[in-house]
């Protein structure tokens, strides 16, 4: 058998100095999935968090990238054991869930250590017995197994992290995937809702509840939804789902457009009938406007015609007081030039001073 090394005879650097103790589990999305699958309630996980299970002795310059670089994951074997009991646990009511430190393990769990493309860094390991040191490089295909003392459970969801390095084995992505969908992708959280299938007949249920341990309950009561808050919110979805399908009927029927599109189609409808309107508008005006005109200038020429027929209509006694007066003053204007044009007849020949032979006598 090989031997198997410790958590701190891997190293980044070919010096081995004292090693540091880490948490190997943060807080985050690993947290809350431990919690759901591994038979725990809501923040239940906090008193572990500083406890041997989730603890880890490195060197310092393993503990330096500890969060971005470096994983240690469990073998196939341990990690099919954990789907199998996570997979029972997602299928039980949460009182009838095993939690993951009574989960039934391989006696021997094996890790290996894998790094991140994105490192490339030279790997030093130390023999446990020898102390003899050894250089591995990218991509590391000749590292030894190792041994650790925090739980594998644990470790399974540090090892989560290789998912997005394309490092992580087939039976470790098909945890990581079941787990994940599972637990962030129901309606309600996963460890407060009932599940579809109990491992106890129903009938059983409220004896089951009642039998709970206080603190358990006091726990589940912070966070649990009771079965009729439950069955109303089912209620509520059911009807809400009902009034959605009718709703999508009626759209099937009669599609709506766009919002932006029904906008600016009302928007332009509105400016074509304010244009319309104001069009109408002018056109009655300047219809409105020519009539008046139009019967106004035919009133004028009605009212000159009836002057003018009444004017010829009257005898030449009857003229109007103007032609009248005009008339007579040409007359007395002839007569004065009349009465004072100068007459000439022609003179007989006489002989004197003041004769003139041949001449014309004028008469004023």
């Not at 239940?44 to 969060?67: G, H, I, M």
């Not at 603190?215 to 979805?237: E, M, W």
């Not at 005009?326 to 007359?331: A, G, K, S």
Request: net charge positive; proline share 7%; aromatic share 10%.
């Amino acid at each position: 058998m090989p031997v198997l090394y410790r958590s701190e005879d891997v190293s980044f650097s070919d010096g081995f100095y004292e090693p540091a103790t880490i948490k190997a589990l943060g807080k985050g999305a690993g947290c809350a999935i431990l919690e759901c699958f591994g038979g725990l309630t809501r923040e239940e996980f906090e008193p572990f968090r500083e406890t041997a299970y989730n603890q880890l002795k490195v060197q310092p310059s393993v503990a330096e990238c500890w969060d971005l670089f470096v994983a240690f994951v469990p073998s196939e074997d341990t990690v099919a054991a954990i789907f199998k009991a996570f997979k029972a646990n997602g299928k039980c009511h949460l009182s009838e869930r095993t939690p993951f430190t009574q989960i039934s393990l391989p006696t021997h769990s094996t890790y290996s250590f894998i790094i991140s493309p994105e490192a490339k860094k030279d790997v030093f390991t130390r023999h446990p017995i020898t102390g003899v040191v050894r250089r591995h490089q990218h991509p590391y295909t000749d590292l030894p197994n190792f041994t650790l003392s925090a739980h594998p459970c644990i470790m399974a969801e540090v090892g989560r992290r290789t998912f997005r390095w394309r490092l992580a084995p087939p039976i470790l992505t098909k945890y990581f995937l079941y787990t994940t969908v599972r637990c962030f992708c129901n309606t309600l959280p996963f460890w407060t809702k009932p599940p579809k299938t109990l491992c106890v007949p129903s009938s059983h249920s409220s004896s089951l509840q009642s039998s709970l341990p206080s603190n358990a309950s006091s726990a589940s009561q912070s966070t649990a939804v009771p079965f009729s808050s439950a069955a109303s919110l089912n209620t509520q979805v059911s009807s809400t789902g009902r009034s959605a399908a009718g709703k999508r009927k009626r759209d099937a029927h009669s599609p709506s457009r766009p919002p932006k599109i029904a906008r600016k189609e009302r928007r332009e409808g509105a400016q074509s009938a304010s244009f319309r309107s104001l069009s109408y508008k002018s056109s009655a005006t300047s219809s409105s406007t020519s009539v008046s005109h139009s019967t106004s200038f035919n009133a004028t020429g009605a009212t000159g015609k009836r002057k003018r027929d009444d004017c010829s209509g009257v005898s030449t006694s009857r003229r109007p007081l103007k032609t009248a007066r005009r008339e007579d003053e040409n007359t007395q204007a002839e007569a004065f030039v009349a009465a004072h044009t100068i007459q000439c007849r022609p003179t007989e020949d006489r002989k004197g001073p003041n004769s003139i032979s041949g001449g014309q006598v004028c008469d004023f």
